[in-house]
């Protein structure tokens, strides 16, 4: 059973605490799967149940039992968008996961530094909408290696199932799960709903977050901006898509030119994200 989620619940609750039996009763229910040790895992909710795609926070924390719970949903491989400085730095590498190969897929490759940071972050006043926008359009521009791994993926083994995760499973995840969904042909509301889930999902691990941010959270001019950029709203996603094409052109365009994709390949994996 899915359960229908009212999204206006979660307007101006970026930090906030959420109601703790809403948040169970929707992480209880497709398209959320409970896999031990990871947050905000859910399944892509694309037309075709063929397969299952999965999309996560970061999974360094993933138990034994977590392990099996991927094998059962027939993961074969996971796909991990962070950099090795940023596993390091919060020491969160990724545990053997036995037969499930683990791939390195950095979708943000230029690094900043304390005071590039915290001058980006500042973008993130106001609605936030501009912070997103220029940290997505980041994203698209590194990402296209990454996210062509992916693709490449979906078309070469189209009888196994998939994983991709950043650290919360918000933006660089957020990013690939747009592209996907786009090129399954979802409209701009459900592609928009898929990743405002997101403030649900990473509830559970709301305190382990806001630490990150805990440095800025002390500076005043500093709060809003934070507050902004641990959000996932649902008008951010509209936005984001009106960027894409603005920018970009169709998402057969991008997949073309920043994926290295053929118009064979988009034929072939738009057909088994459908079939």
């Given at each position: 059973m899915t359960?229908?989620v009212?999204?206006?619940?979660?307007?101006?609750?970026?930090?906030g605490?959420?109601?703790?039996?809403?948040?169970?009763?929707t992480l209880?229910?497709?398209p959320?799967v409970?896999?031990?040790?990871?947050i905000?895992?859910?399944?892509l909710?694309?037309p075709?149940?063929r397969?299952r795609?999965?999309?996560s926070?970061?999974?360094?924390?993933?138990t034994?039992?977590?392990?099996d719970?991927?094998?059962?949903?027939?993961v074969?491989?996971?796909?991990?968008?962070r950099?090795?400085?940023?596993?390091?730095?919060?020491?969160t590498?990724?545990p053997?996961l036995?037969?499930i190969?683990?791939?390195s897929?950095?979708?943000?490759?230029?690094e900043?530094?304390?005071?590039?940071?915290k001058?980006?972050?500042?973008?993130?006043a106001?609605?936030?909408?501009?912070?997103?926008?220029e940290?997505y359009?980041?994203?698209?521009?590194?990402?296209?290696p990454?996210f062509?791994?992916?693709?490449?993926?979906?078309?070469d083994k189209p009888?196994?199932?998939?994983?991709?995760?950043?650290?919360?499973?918000?933006?660089r995840t957020?990013?690939?799960a747009?592209?996907?969904?786009?090129?399954a042909?979802l409209?701009?509301d459900?592609?928009?709903?898929?990743?405002a889930?997101?403030?649900i999902?990473?509830?559970?691990?709301?305190e382990?977050?806001?630490?990150?941010?805990?440095d800025?959270?002390?500076?005043?001019?500093?709060i809003t901006?934070?507050?902004?950029?641990?959000g996932?709203?649902?008008?951010?996603?509209?936005a984001?898509?009106?960027?894409?094409r603005?920018?970009?052109?169709s998402?057969e365009e991008?997949?073309?030119?920043?994926c290295?994709?053929?118009?064979?390949?988009?034929?072939t994996?738009?057909a088994?994200?459908?079939?």
């Amino acid at each position: 059973m899915t359960v229908p989620v009212d999204l206006t619940h979660f307007e101006g609750t970026e930090l906030g605490a959420l109601d703790k039996t809403l948040v169970k009763q929707t992480l209880s229910n497709p398209p959320f799967v409970h896999i031990e040790g990871i947050i905000n895992s859910r399944v892509l909710p694309l037309p075709s149940t063929r397969r299952r795609i999965i999309r996560s926070g970061e999974i360094s924390r993933i138990t034994g039992k977590g392990v099996d719970q991927l094998k059962d949903l027939g993961v074969t491989r996971v796909f991990d968008f962070r950099t090795e400085v940023e596993i390091n730095k919060y020491k969160t590498a990724t545990p053997q996961l036995g037969d499930i190969e683990v791939v390195s897929a950095p979708a943000l490759i230029v690094e900043k530094n304390d005071g590039q940071f915290k001058e980006a972050l500042l973008r993130f006043a106001g609605d936030g909408i501009v912070g997103f926008l220029e940290l997505y359009t980041d994203i698209l521009d590194q990402g296209g290696p990454a996210f062509k791994l992916i693709f490449e993926q979906l078309r070469d083994k189209p009888d196994e199932g998939c994983l991709f995760h950043c650290t919360a499973g918000k933006d660089r995840t957020g990013v690939a799960a747009m592209l996907i969904l786009s090129l399954a042909g979802l409209d701009d509301d459900a592609i928009a709903k898929d990743y405002a889930l997101t403030r649900i999902g990473i509830e559970p691990a709301r305190e382990m977050i806001l630490m990150r941010f805990k440095d800025t959270l002390q500076a005043p001019e500093y709060i809003t901006p934070s507050i902004n950029a641990f959000g996932s709203r649902y008008e951010t996603m509209l936005a984001t898509l009106e960027m894409f094409r603005n920018k970009y052109g169709s998402i057969e365009e991008y997949l073309k030119t920043r994926c290295e994709l053929s118009d064979g390949d988009l034929e072939t994996i738009k057909a088994l994200l459908t079939a």
